[in-house]
């Protein structure tokens, strides 16, 4: 996520400090007025910068998005019925691999879209990856089969897709949040792109990687 909204949060803080300092020498004068303003623009300033610093700190994780991009290659081999093993390589570098029961791979994200006024500040719609589980074909088998599931969210202090959720203050700067899932069949070794746009997630399969 951009580190803008923390650079805006230092700015703020530095021009708090300087009012605070030019009020006190109001009042040193007896400029009682000017330092009443000056304390009220201080106390503004720290809310501001008190905001941004939880607007970095909510959205650390989640990664800016502007147009559909590739985040991860997966290759999926299955090893018996109803069981596989998927290979993530994400767009950072990163490889993990999971052993998963289920028909079919299953995968979801938090999407974040902000208003233009948040836009403006330089944070746009934004994702971060949350599961990765099995999914059954038939609803007698997800009732009764055994299920896997990995939390792939980076832990943070606080999430911005939970705070949008609870407090409507956040309603003047997130558009919307929600959830995004797809999935697809896990019956054979298969290559394929994990995909996010602006509306979701999307896979789709690869013919130009081979199987190993």
């Not at 309603?171 to 929600?178: F, N, P, R």
Request: aromatic content about 8%; charged content about 25%; some cysteine.
């Amino acid at each position: 996520m951009t580190p803008l909204p923390l650079i805006v949060a230092i700015a703020c803080t530095v021009a708090a400090v300087l009012l605070f300092i030019a009020g006190v020498a109001a009042i040193k004068k007896k400029r009682l007025f000017g330092a009443a303003v000056s304390m009220t623009l201080v106390l503004l300033l720290f809310a501001l910068s008190g905001l941004f610093v939880l607007l970095a700190l909510a959205t650390q994780g989640y990664q800016a998005l502007t147009r559909e991009e590739t985040i991860a290659v997966i290759t999926l081999n299955p090893i018996e019925p109803q069981t596989f093993i998927a290979r993530f390589t994400f767009a950072d570098g990163r490889s993990d691999i999971f052993t998963i029961e289920g028909d079919e791979l299953y995968v979801d994200a938090h999407i974040l879209k902000w208003k233009p006024i948040a836009n403006i500040l330089g944070i746009h719609t934004a994702y971060e990856l949350d599961r990765i589980s099995g999914r059954y074909r038939t609803v007698s088998d997800e009732r009764t089969k055994p299920r896997t599931i990995y939390s792939i969210a980076q832990d943070k202090p606080v999430d911005m897709f939970n705070l949008r959720r609870k407090y409507s203050i956040f309603k003047a700067l997130l558009d919307a949040e929600y959830g995004s899932a797809t999935f697809i069949m896990a019956d054979r070794p298969e290559a394929m792109e994990l995909r996010v746009s602006t509306t979701g997630l999307l896979i789709r399969k690869r013919t130009d990687i081979r199987q190993k």
